[in-house]
């Protein structure tokens, strides 16, 4: 159990363009779900915690407008890079929690990494 | 503010051997969860161990265990009779437990290699 889908695992768009990625909680109902964006070698850095049915929280110096977040049901989230430039090539990766009362344990995805060009 | 620290970029362990992996946090909370996650070059993030800081015995998954010295604010990984298979990063991470606050602070990190 406690699936969590990503699609696509890989994706390459020209600059300027808009670019949507899923996250799909595949047997549980996701409360909570979390957005991350990671460097070649460095630590995952947290995004944006999206809650069903409400805006999504960003973290600091994360632009909103860039990266929309759409948490429409308990089983999925979207990311959505909007006007995507080379400087946002990287491998994105979403994880969900389960719910309030949880072992709070984070279920991630298989990421997905964008490549503009 | 939370912060997790993994000061071994890097480390290198002979198969079957045992290795430790070393994590240290600082907080001023009281109750939260530590985590140990696995990235192999998959980048899938598993999950390999979990521990509440209100809980005093040291959590073990099979050849994973853990020393959780809360005073210390230390939080080291232990993987014993290691395999190929256990090569990837190692990630540390703390979450608090009070509700309304899901998110994890990662570290940055340990690539554990293991040698055939």
């Known amino acids: 159990g406690a699936v969590v889908s990503q699609h696509p695992s890989r994706v390459i768009c020209k600059s300027g363009t808009s670019v949507k990625i899923e996250c799909r909680s595949l047997?549980?109902?996701?409360?909570?779900m979390f957005w991350y964006r990671q460097f070649p070698k460095k630590s995952l850095m947290l995004m944006a915690t999206?809650?069903?049915?409400?805006?999504?929280?960003?973290e600091q110096g994360v632009e909103k407008d860039k990266f929309l977040i759409n948490h429409a049901s308990l089983t999925l989230s979207t990311l959505t890079v909007t006007s995507a430039h080379p400087e946002d090539s990287s491998f994105y990766i979403c994880?969900?929690?389960?719910?309030?009362?949880?072992?709070?344990?984070?279920?991630f995805g298989a990421g997905t990494r964008l490549s503009v060009l | 503010a939370q912060t997790v620290t993994q000061s071994q970029p890097e480390m290198s362990v002979q198969e079957a051997e045992t290795v430790t992996l070393s994590c240290t946090y600082d907080?001023?909370?009281?109750?939260?969860?530590l985590f140990w996650y696995k990235q192999p070059p998959s980048r899938q993030m598993i999950l390999v161990i979990r521990q509440e800081a209100y809980k005093q015995q040291n959590a073990t998954e099979n050849r994973f265990s853990v020393n959780f010295q809360k005073a210390a604010k230390s939080f080291s990984l232990k993987i014993s009779d290691s395999q190929l298979g256990d090569a990837a990063m190692y990630f540390c991470a703390y979450r608090r437990r009070a509700s309304g606050t899901y998110k994890y602070i990662f570290g940055t990190g340990t690539r554990l290699k293991v040698l055939a």
């Open positions: 999206s809650n069903e049915g409400s805006k999504a929280t960003y």
């Open positions: 047997d549980f109902q996701a409360t909570t």
């Open positions: 907080t001023s909370e009281s109750d939260y969860y």
């Open positions: 994880s969900a929690s389960r719910g309030l009362q949880t072992k709070n344990i984070q279920y």
